[in-house]
């Protein structure tokens, strides 16, 4: 294979730190692969060399395609993923006696003991609190944060303050240090501390740095932009004064900051962090065609924290064709048709915002008959405990004997979580299937539960009660009345602590209401969807979340729960910030450059409107764009004769050439043409007059003849309500700045904008 230009530039980089920012589908393997080859060849050891990739799947495809083109018998350098990296560190530090030697709690059930273990500690005595805290959400929560503390290295008080956790959450912070301790005592140590407690020890002692350092000439480093804190400040540690620095990834991808990423750790932080690098742009994609790195380019256009850097495709990629359309019989169709064109649904992958939304894809497919398989054979719908708690309430209205059931009821008492501890549910349980009705105030099974908690599962006890009752409801008006009568929305969201979390778990409510009102006719059918074991099938399609497909490329990809308030993921109680928008639009950016030939953007036409990232991809405009790039002859390259004029036919006579074609009308001609130039094409591209910038289609009046000035409030047909920040350009055709309260801050062309003053101008001076 011949390595183009850009990727050559990089092979041959002469020394001193450098900084790769590599399009999505550039060819980072093949590049650094050739950079491992060409060091060898230049002499650098192989043992003064380490690269670093994200995780073990990474790490083994660079081996073994280093490995293959490698002249064969020659020694190569270490590739590590930062694991593996801490694993030896801490085996290192640990035999020269800087730290205390520790058994790793590999398992999930032994860390979530310890945590248990250590609420427990920290709460005893406080019996209302410890019963919230040991919910298992909130205990996850728990676990989560204290990994964030050693991703961060943070102060847990700080980190606690900032990611705003919630008042149910004021233990974590005193809860971090008991883990610590209990750590220590029983000599155990979680995966965080692989990195952590050696990059302690090493800041700690200036002696024990000296120590680590000066072995390495050549650090690589891949999906540099995913890196946290930690990781950062050990590379740092370790290439000292002596390494050059090689980081290669993508700031636009950048989708791990609840992890500790930060888009800024590939942009401004590295050259504070290292010192001077040289910039090595590798961006051409050879995943897939120029309607895609179109809509890509405009997908991301609207981020300020980005790298000034265009995905360009090449003439050799697939065509990719752009789709959008409605709700899940389009997606069914989709893939149904995919497999009569002779193609695998082993070749398409259908991505999620978040896990909530798989269930209605899941459903859709099971209804459709359609095969597929999940990353995390936890998310069937089937293993799900709150929908086979919704789906046992729904059996309950049809089997009245079910009250009977000990394990029926105390699956219904269970879910969602009334706050108390699991045994207790199951003796109430027992009881109340055997006598039929409420316990006395006085029997000792309410006397250990609070007032609160009786009263709550009193109601729910009625509920139960009244469900057979209710039988000949349908089955979505018996789940909107199971929903309220449990305040379910308000429990999920207590108990789930993080609040992305619990307004997932009301997201999978409103989704399992929204099938069941599809299914209306047929209530059995869609209790027996919900509980009907499915097994993961290898020739399915894939459903992933979009953080699961990192990395990965399908020839279809169908992205689901493209609306707004699922992706953007955002609620009214929890809105976008400027940072978290542009994560989510770099995370929806990650999503759409996983396909080669098809990309199909759905979004569910219930009352969440189509996102927002669907308009700004512009994907009609880049679709002809690229019908206009492929026909190629009606447009000229910027190298040939220009079209439109005359040319000598070599016997005296003047043949015309085609006309010049009409221009294409575009929403942003300038970011077309900066593509076609890039391309060495010239098209000729104007802007569109029908439709609103940032908007795939035409949406309502336009804003022309209105005046406006700085504090004035205006509402757009896209996105909703906002106040003028700035006004600039021609008074008579100006550019407004406006921030708007869900969309943040976008810059439009007042005349053609839709929107419509809320308030009148404010009177200047
Ligand atoms: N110079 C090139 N010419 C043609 N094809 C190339 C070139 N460089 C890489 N490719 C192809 O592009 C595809 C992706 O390359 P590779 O596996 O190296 O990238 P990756 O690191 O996995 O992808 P990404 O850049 O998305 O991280 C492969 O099929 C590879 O053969």
């Known amino acids: 294979m011949r390595l183009t230009a850009e990727q050559q530039a990089v092979v041959g980089h002469p020394g001193g730190h450098a900084r790769v920012a590599a399009v999505a589908g550039a060819g980072k393997t093949t590049t650094l692969v050739a950079r491992v080859l060409h060091l060898l060849a230049s002499g650098v050891p192989p043992r003064r060399m380490l690269v670093l990739m994200f995780n073990r ?29 801490g694993h030896r560190l801490t085996q290192s530090l640990t035999r020269w006696g800087a730290l205390a030697p520790r058994q790793l709690l590999a398992a999930d059930w032994q860390r979530e003991r310890l945590l248990r273990q250590a609420v427990q500690q920290t709460l005893a005595g406080d019996q209302s609190r410890l019963e919230d805290a040991l919910e298992p959400d909130r205990l996850e929560t728990f676990g989560h944060f204290c990994e964030l503390v050693k991703a961060e290295l943070a102060d847990p008080g700080e980190l606690h303050e900032r990611l705003d956790y919630g008042a149910d959450t004021g233990h974590f912070v005193e809860t971090f240090d008991t883990v610590e301790t209990l750590l220590a005592d029983h000599q155990q140590m979680t995966y965080a501390d692989l990195l952590y407690r050696p ?10 740095k000296a120590r680590v350092q000066g072995f390495l000439d050549e650090v690589i480093i891949d999906e540099y ?40 750790t590939m942009l401004d932080d590295f050259t504070a962090t290292f010192g001077e690098a040289r910039d090595y742009p590798l961006s051409t994609t050879f995943r897939h065609g120029h309607a895609l790195a179109l809509a890509a380019n405009h997908a991301i256009a609207a981020n300020r924290r980005r790298p ?59 209804r459709a008959g359609i ?7 936890d998310r069937f719908v089937f293993c799900l405990p709150l929908v086979q708690a919704l789906a046992g309430y729904l059996m309950l209205a049809r089997q009245p004997d079910l009250l009977k059931d000990p394990g029926h009821l105390e699956l219904l008492l269970a879910q969602p979580t009334p706050f108390v501890a699991r045994e207790r549910l199951g003796a109430l349980a027992q009881r109340l299937a055997e006598t039929q009705s409420w316990p006395d105030r006085q029997d000792p099974l309410l006397q250990s539960l609070k007032p609160l908690q009786r009263r709550n599962l009193k109601r729910r006890w009625e509920l139960l009660c009244e469900l057979p009752r209710l039988k000949a409801w349908p089955p979505a008006k018996l789940l909107t009345h199971v929903v309220e009568r449990l305040d379910a929305e308000k429990v999920l969201k207590r108990a789930a602590a993080r609040r992305e979390k619990g307004e997932e778990d009301v997201r999978l409510l409103d989704v399992l209401i929204e099938q069941a009102g599809e299914l209306a006719h047929d209530p059995d059918a869609f209790i027996a969807l919900l509980r009907e074991p499915v097994e993961s099938r290898e020739d399915g399609v894939l459903i992933t979340t979009v953080h699961g497909a990192k ?39 990650v999503a759409i450059t996983r396909a080669r030939e098809r990309l199909l953007m759905l979004h569910d036409g219930g009352e969440h409107r189509p996102s927002r990232f669907i308009a700004e991809t512009a994907w009609q405009d880049c679709q002809r764009l690229a019908e206009a790039l492929h026909e190629g002859s009606a447009y000229g390259t910027t190298h040939g004769t220009p079209h439109g004029t005359t040319r000598n036919a070599g016997h005296g006579e003047c043949v015309a050439e085609p006309p010049v074609p009409a221009p294409l009308e575009v929403e942003q001609p300038a970011l077309a043409e900066r593509y076609l130039a890039a391309q060495g094409r010239s098209i000729p591209v104007t802007i569109r007059t029908d439709a609103a910038p940032g908007h795939g289609g035409s949406v309502g009046e336009p804003g022309a003849g ?14 909703g309500e906002g106040e003028v920040d700035l006004v600039e350009g021609d008074p008579r055709d100006p550019v407004i700045e406006v921030r708007f309260a869900q969309a943040g801050k976008r810059r439009l062309i007042a005349n053609r904008a839709p929107i419509e003053p809320l308030s009148a101008a404010p009177v200047t001076e």
């Open 371 to 377: 095969p597929f398989r999940l990353s995390r054979d």
């Open 551 to 589: 990395g990965l490329e399908w020839p279809l990809v169908a992205l689901w729960g493209t609306n707004e308030e699922d992706f953007p993921h955002y609620s009214r109680e929890n809105p976008l910030s400027d940072e978290r928008l542009e994560e989510e639009r770099r995370l929806f950016y």
């Open 308 to 366: 000034d850097q265009l995905c360009l495709a090449i003439p050799d990629n697939p065509i990719t064709t752009l789709q959008v359309a409605q709700g899940g019989q389009r997606l069914a169709e989709a893939l149904a048709g995919w497999q009569r064109q002779g193609r695998m649904l082993s070749e398409s992958c259908v991505l999620v915002r978040s896990w909530a939304l798989s269930v209605s894809v899941q459903l859709t497919l099971l």
């Open 706 to 719: 209105f005046l406006f000035s700085v504090g004035q409030r205006l509402r757009h047909a896209v996105f």
């Open 225 to 264: 932009q995913d890196i946290n804190a930690a990781q950062q400040r050990l590379l740092a540690l370790l290439a000292g004064e002596t390494a050059a620095v090689m980081a290669v990834g993508d700031a636009n991808q950048c989708i791990y900051e609840w992890r500790g990423a930060r888009p800024d």
């Open 57 to 85: 799947a990474a790490r083994e495809d660079f081996t073994a395609k280093l490995v293959a083109q490698a002249p064969a018998g020659t020694p190569l350098p270490d590739v590590r993923t930062f694991h593996s990296l």
């Open 199 to 208: 990059l302690k020890a090493l800041e700690r002692e200036p002696a024990l």
